[in-house]
T-cell receptor, first 117, second 114 residues
């Protein structure tokens, strides 16, 4: 079974600075997807960014980028120019690429990000 | 607007009193699922459904039931709730015809069992 680990329960960053959230996972599969979700106080689950394992290029979405290290099974999220609205719980998640088992997301424990003005 | 709708948003109940949390999606998605979120544990899957009348257990199914009589609806039933089912619950759906399609989440139901 796949597992996802976020070793930082809490992180803080100064507004306009850069912060990196860590995520490691364990799998025996070669094809899969990785995701970062943001959960603000409204509880909504918002997809921030995703990475297909077969792509070597790291995904980017505006101020959000990932460092995907497939051999190390590491998938960190970098937030540049942090804004107050980035304060939230962030979840890393894994999904198998196989269709029959490929819809379940396995989540990490979450990292609570605080942005200080 | 494409969305997953859960009701209620908040629910307080007592041990043993049967309850149902409803979930409906308007995107004609085949796949629907329920997760519970607990501090320090992230989100864990309770049950999922690949299509009408097809349901299966996730990681933490004990104490829960689901049904999928219509494609759009996937209610979560707690026949005899207990305090350890106090949690934040999310319904989610996804289109199975595209491997790249994302999982769409509802806005969550905060359940307290006293």
């Amino acid at each position: 079974a796949q597992t996802v680990t976020q070793s930082q329960p809490e992180m803080s960053v100064q507004e306009a600075e850069t912060v990196t959230l860590s995520c490691t996972y364990d799998t025996s599969e070669s094809d899969y997807y990785l995701f970062w979700y943001k959960q603000p106080p409204s509880r909504q689950m918002i997809l921030v960014i995703r990475q297909e394992a077969y792509k070597q290029q790291n995904a980017t979405e505006n101020r959000f980028s990932v460092n995907f290290q497939k051999a190390a099974k590491s998938f960190s999220l970098k937030i540049s120019d942090s804004q107050l609205g980035d304060a939230a719980m962030y979840f890393c998640a894994y999904r198998s690429a196989g269709e029959t088992s490929g819809s379940r997301l396995t989540f990490g424990e979450g990292t609570q990000l605080t942005v200080n003005p | 607007e494409a969305q997953v709708t859960q009701n209620p948003r908040y629910l307080i109940t007592v041990t043993g009193k049967k309850l149902t949390v409803t979930c409906s999606q308007n995107m004609n998605h085949e796949y629907m699922s329920w997760y519970r979120q607990d501090p320090g544990l992230g989100l864990r899957q309770i049950y999922y459904s690949m299509n009408v009348e097809v349901t299966d257990k996730g990681d933490v199914p004990e104490g829960y039931k689901v049904s999928r009589k219509e494609k759009r609806n996937f209610p979560l039933i707690l026949e005899s709730p207990s305090p350890n089912q106090t949690s934040l619950y999310f319904c989610a759906s996804r289109f199975l015809g595209d491997l790249n399609s994302p999982l769409h989440f509802g806005n969550g139901t905060r359940l307290t069992v006293t």
